[in-house]
């Protein structure tokens, strides 16, 4: 699996930013898919994720209510819906995925990774 992120830009406290990530390979839908992030100076960080097949979600508690991720299999993207951004969400996003996840928080879970996107947010 081959995934590129995208989305990622300058925007003020209070906007609204969506990620996307295209997967390459026609199995995306058996996946675990996930957003994490990295700060300056940061572990990269849990963000949000599918379990396989998209029957449940999870957020890390400092997005609950502003992010929401969701994916479109017929086009083999993720998304990451971020609203009411805050200063403190700037940081590099990356998407991963793997087949199999137990853990979806933790990043040595996921094999394949993309790129990563930046996102700044101005106070």
């Known amino acids: 699996v081959q995934l590129q992120a995208s989305g990622g830009g300058l925007v003020q406290a209070g906007g609204s930013l969506r990620l996307s990530c295209a997967a390459s390979?026609?199995?995306?839908?058996?996946?675990?898919m996930a957003w994490f992030r990295q700060a300056p100076g940061k572990e990269r960080e849990f963000v949000a994720a599918?379990?396989?097949?998209?029957?449940?979600?999870r957020y890390t508690d400092s997005v609950k209510g502003r992010f929401t991720i969701s994916r479109d299999n017929a086009k083999n993207t993720v998304y990451l819906q971020m609203n009411s951004l805050e200063p403190e969400d700037t940081a590099v996003y990356y998407c991963?995925?793997?087949?199999?996840?137990?853990?979806?928080?933790?990043?040595?879970?996921?094999?394949?990774w993309g790129q990563g996107t930046l996102v700044t947010v101005s106070s």
């Open positions: 599918f379990c396989r097949g998209g029957f449940c979600t």
């Open positions: 991963a995925a793997d087949p199999h996840v137990s853990n979806l928080e933790s990043a040595n879970e996921y094999a394949y």
């Open positions: 390979g026609r199995t995306f839908s058996s996946y675990f």
